[in-house]
């Protein structure tokens, strides 16, 4: 697979004003060494954050499901933590007999 190349904000900013302003992705692709997909993935999603276009989420709407799905990872580690820690402290406590083999 190959690696994905990052543009900074700024050029990503630039190109989307050019492609505003008349000229063609195709041609600012050949020029600046970006593929032309590339460039209409950037004018999508400057029309997806400036409420242009409603058939995708925002910038923000990404980073907040990105924020959440970290939450939700880190949640769950805890939850499983402190499963175990309950379990091993009924243990010590005999609150739970041991497991029998009578079962």
Do not use: C
Not at 15 to 25: C, F, H, T
Not at 35 to 44: D, F, G, L, V
Not at 58 to 67: A, M, P
Request: glycine letters at 2%.
């Amino acid at each position: 697979m190959a690696k994905r190349r990052s543009y900074p904000l700024e050029f990503r900013q630039q190109m989307v004003e050019l492609v505003r302003a008349g000229r063609k992705p195709s041609e600012l692709a050949e020029e600046f060494s970006v593929a032309e997909q590339t460039i209409r993935n950037w004018i999508k999603q400057a029309d997806l954050d400036a409420g242009k276009r409603a058939d995708g989420l925002s910038t923000q709407e990404k980073e907040e499901i990105q924020r959440l799905r970290r939450e939700v990872k880190q949640l769950r580690t805890e939850r499983e933590i402190l499963a175990k820690a309950a379990a091993w402290f009924a243990r010590e406590t005999d609150a739970v007999p041991p497991k029998s083999s009578h079962s």
